[in-house]
Each structure stands twice: as structure tokens, then as C-alpha cells.
């Protein structure tokens, strides 16, 4: 019999509804299930009708923790769905299909699986299984993005064989993995709870004339990553964004345009602020005065002065309570790491996160980083090559580690 190692404690005893849909990997959610129970975790089965046409449901009634429900009008229990939901830690779809990921982003019930996604307050982890050609269809990349930015978590699939002997990306997530990946949520499940933080997201334009600004290739999804992945650990989020994504029902957006603006706004929420994180990349000059009218090509080639911007960072740092932590970014394109470090002193922060924004896979406008943390104890950890969602959670470790709330601190 195996014994829950460390990295799964976080399950013991923790109540989980496991989502079966139809696919063909759905043999492999027995797995899963049976990974769980061994982990100490309570395991209630839920199976679709289609994911019965792959796998029965007395299997999973045999190997988890009380007898799989396949029904919204079994009758024994009236209203299945809300008993589930309400008594839930966590709830796992594995395999997640794109039609139960499509009725998920679209509050559609209509079984009991989707109904119970509906009727619940838990976190939810998403491992979805498809063709490539679905699983990169521009109606389910969006609605991953929709349920992400919700705050629901997804283990991507992997790349490998798939049904009918095609290859390519689309394979259920390796049950092991899932696995993790539920003991990672439930052990960041409202961690954040009593927080104030503050994030800063996309970059600045800086006016040249009504029409043209200076601006840069941020993309605010490493802002709006940290700021969603904050409120669905249980934080009061800010954000402060020249972009508009999709954000968490609990995140606050502060639109903004300038670096003057953002300044503004980010400073005067940073007041009450328990953490603030600069995600954004600020123009470090302007111009120094903006055409109040359309600069035409007729008048030649215009000479534009350009002047300083708050470094609102530094800003920051210099008003740093010693109860707040800051999180700066330092966007490189050599020597990262040398760089990072001096602005962590320089500016002050507690979290330096340098990243290499010139290589394709990390930095400006792509879904993945590589990234170096250093704080201000000389600590230095890399990830590697991770998602911004991936990233974003490590940042927050960092600030529920340094920072818990104290009892009646904001009241
Ligand atoms: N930053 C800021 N205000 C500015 C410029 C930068 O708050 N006017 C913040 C960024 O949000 C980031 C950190 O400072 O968290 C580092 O930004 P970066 O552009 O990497 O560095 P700079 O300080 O601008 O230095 P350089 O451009 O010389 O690399």
C-alpha cells in the first residue's frame, strides 16, 4: 500500500468530487480516483452518461470513498448536485471534454457534473483531454481563458498519442500530475484570505499627440495572472492596467493610460495595501509636451523632447511599510540575473522577479516565463521554463510566506 508523501498532504481528509467525462483517456481517471483515496482524501465519483461508454461506473463505486453518482434524479437524494457542491474541498474534472468545458464557461446545467460545477464554492481543477485540433479551436481556448480568469485552475494536457493514433497535444495530464496539482490547490485554497494587494498590469502609452503614443510590448497577462490567481486565493485585488483582460469577479480594475496615472492610482491604493506587485512595464520617458492637435506629415519630421517618468516602483520603496511587500519585475535582455539584483536593491523590494524578455517563450506577450526570484535575503530560486499562472502562484507564495494578515488588522 503506498503512503501519501509530503507534496500530498494537503489532501488528507479533504472531501474531493471527482468529475468523469466522456473521452477516451476517462480510464485513466481511475487512476486518479484510486491516487486520491491512497493520498487520504475523501473521493466522491460523479460520471457523465458519455463517460460511461468508456468506463463503468461500479469501478469507481469500488475504489473511492462512497458509490459514484451518475444521475441529477437518483433517487435516494433529491438534488444531488447542491449536497456535493456545498460539501466539497475541491472538485477535479478529469477527463474535462470541451463540450463540459464549454457548458462550464457558459453556465450551462444540464447533468450532474455540470450542475454541480454550478452549485459550488470549492475550487475547481480542470485536466482536460481532447484532439489537438479541438483543444487549439479558438471556442476552447477561450472559454479555458474565461474559466481561468474565474479562477478555476487547468492542468494542461501533454503532448503524445491520442485516440485513433494521431499525436499531438491534447493528452489527459498524467494521473500522478493531477494528483499534484489537486494537493497544490487545496493547499492554496484561501491562503490569501485578508490580503490587500495591489498589482500593476500591461504598458504604458505615453502621449505624443491625440492619435500616437511611446508604448512597449507589454501584454498585461503576467499582471493579470497575479491579480486573478490573488483573488482566487481569497485576496481583496487592485488592479492597475493599461489592458483590459479577463479578470476574477474579486479583482478591481483601475483603468489607466500613463505612467503619471498609474502612479496615481497605484500609490494611493498602495497605502492600505499588504503587498503591491509591479507587473507592469512603465515608460521610463515621455514627452515632454503632447500636440493638443493631429501632428500632420505635411509639417515635417516633428522633434519630440522626451522627459522622466515617476519610477513608481522606487516610489514605492522609499514608502514601504515595514508590514507591506513589494514584488518588482525586471524586464532584461542580458544578464538578467546581475540586473535583477541591483534594481532589488536599488528600489528597494522585497521580490525581484527577473525575466528574459527577449527569447520567444518568455517575457512580453506570451503565456509562458522563465524567470529568476531574488529577494532581499539573497535567496534565489528558477523555476524555469513555467506558465504566467504558474508563475504568478509562486510570486504569491512568497507573499503569504512573508506576509499572513493579523488578526483585526484591517478592521
Ligand atoms: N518601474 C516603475 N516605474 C518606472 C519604471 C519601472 O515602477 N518608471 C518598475 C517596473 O514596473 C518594474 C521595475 O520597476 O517592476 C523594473 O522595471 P524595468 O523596466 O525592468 O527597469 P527600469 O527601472 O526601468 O530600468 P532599465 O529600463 O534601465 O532596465
Redesign the pocket.
Known amino acids: 500500500m503506498s503512503t501519501p508523501d509530503d507534496t500530498l498532504a494537503a489532501l488528507r481528509g479533504r472531501r474531493v468530487v471527482l468529475c468523469v467525462t466522456g473521452g477516451i483517456s476517462a480510464y485513466k481517471a481511475v487512476e486518479v480516483c484510486r491516487r486520491l483515496v491512497d493520498a487520504g482524501a475523501h473521493v466522491a465519483p460523479v460520471l457523465t452518461d458519455d463517460a460511461q461508454r468508456f468506463v463503468g461506473a461500479v469501478t469507481f463505486s469500488a475504489l473511492a470513498s462512497e458509490p459514484a453518482r451518475t444521475s441529477l434524479f437518483d433517487a435516494a437524494e433529491p438534488i444531488p448536485h447542491t449536497r456535493l457542491g456545498q460539501q466539497a474541498d475541491l472538485i477535479v474534472v478529469a477527463p474535462a471534454t470541451a463540450k463540459v468545458i464549454g457548458k462550464y464557461a457558459h453556465g450551462i446545467s444540464d447533468d450532474l457534473v455540470s450542475a454541480t460545477l454550478l452549485a459550488t464554492r470549492a475550487p475547481v481543477l480542470v485536466a482536460p483531454a481532447m484532439h489537438t485540433e479541438m483543444w487549439e479551436h479558438p471556442a476552447v481556448v477561450d472559454n479555458l481563458a474565461t474559466l481561468r480568469a474565474r479562477g478555476v485552475h487547468v492542468i494542461d494536457p501533454e503532448e503524445g498519442r491520442l485516440a485513433g493514433g494521431d499525436i499531438g497535444a491534447g493528452r489527459l495530464a498524467a494521473p500522478e500530475r493531477i494528483v499534484e496539482a489537486a494537493a497544490r490547490v487545496v493547499a492554496r485554497d484561501g491562503d490569501l484570505t485578508g490580503l490587500r494587494v495591489v498589482v500593476?498590469a500591461g504598458g504604458t502609452r505615453e502621449p505624443i499627440d491625440p492619435v500616437r503614443y511611446i508604448g512597449n510590448r507589454s501584454s498585461g497577462k503576467m499582471g493579470f495572472a497575479i491579480a486573478n490567481a490573488a483573488a482566487a486565493r481569497g485576496a481583496d485585488v487592485v488592479v492597475v492596467a493599461t489592458v483590459r483582460r479577463p479578470a476574477h469577479p474579486r479583482v478591481r480594475v483601475e483603468p489607466v493610460d500613463t505612467?503619471e496615472q498609474m502612479?496615481a492610482a497605484t500609490l494611493a491604493a498602495a497605502a492600505t495595501a499588504d503587498a503591491v506587485v509591479?507587473?507592469?512595464?512603465?515608460?521610463?520617458f515621455r514627452p515632454k509636451a503632447a500636440a493638443d492637435t493631429k501632428i500632420k506629415k505635411a509639417d515635417g519630421v516633428p522633434e519630440i523632447v522626451l522627459e522622466p517618468?515617476?519610477?513608481?516602483?522606487?516610489l514605492?520603496g522609499e514608502r514601504k511599510r515595514a508590514d507591506q511587500y513589494l514584488v518588482?519585475?525586471?524586464?532584461?535582455t542580458d544578464d538578467v540575473r546581475a540586473?535583477a539584483a541591483s534594481?532589488l536593491s536599488a528600489?528597494r523590494v522585497d521580490l525581484m522577479v527577473g525575466n528574459d524578455v527577449r527569447s520567444g517563450d518568455s517575457g512580453f506577450e506570451v503565456d509562458t516565463n522563465r524567470a529568476v526570484l531574488l529577494d532581499a535575503h539573497g535567496g534565489v530560486d528558477e523555476p524555469g521554463l513555467v506558465t504566467k499562472v504558474a508563475l504568478a502562484d509562486l510570486i504569491l507564495d512568497r507573499v503569504r510566506d512573508a506576509r499572513r494578515p493579523h488578526e483585526g488588522a484591517h478592521a
Open positions: 500593476t505612467a502612479a509591479m507587473a507592469a512595464a512603465v515608460a521610463d517618468t515617476p519610477d513608481i516602483l522606487a514605492l518588482g519585475f525586471a524586464a532584461e540586473n534594481k528600489k
